[in-house]
């Protein structure tokens, strides 16, 4: 079975910093790209930042451009999301899901993991 698991969300206080993980298991990511979306109370899951299956192509969402890194270990079979200087309205459920190429269209992206919390606040 093709599975994503988020892991590395948390409570943080405004300013802080947090590194999101999301390994593969059942399947390789060698061969796709991965993007991380993000869900709030009462909102609609938006795209993060997504990166090529080379790693050579990374997209972010211009509300965290400048702050957040996307990365890939291809030999531990995960992808990464540095945050940086975090914002109260960054505060969500953050979800990492598969595609071949990186698109807008969250319809094409498949093994969604289950999410992890992230949590801006003093």
């Known amino acids: 079975q093709l599975q994503l698991v988020e892991s590395g969300g948390g409570l943080v206080q405004p300013g802080g910093s947090l590194r999101l993980s999301c390994a593969a298991s059942g399947f390789t990511l060698d061969y796709y790209a991965i993007g991380w979306f993000r869900q709030a109370p009462g909102k609609e899951r938006e795209g993060v930042s997504c990166?090529?299956?080379?790693?050579?192509?990374?997209n972010y969402a211009d509300s965290v451009k400048g702050r957040f890194t996307i990365s890939r270990d291809n030999a531990k079979n995960t992808v990464y999301l540095q945050m940086n200087s975090l914002k109260p309205e960054d505060t969500a459920v953050y979800y990492c899901?598969?595609?071949?190429?990186?698109?807008?269209?969250?319809?094409?992206?498949?093994?969604w993991g289950q999410g992890t919390q992230v949590t801006v606040s003093s």
């Open positions: 990166i090529s299956s080379s790693g050579s192509r990374l």
């Open positions: 899901a598969a595609t071949r190429l990186c698109v807008t269209q969250q319809k094409l992206f498949g093994s």
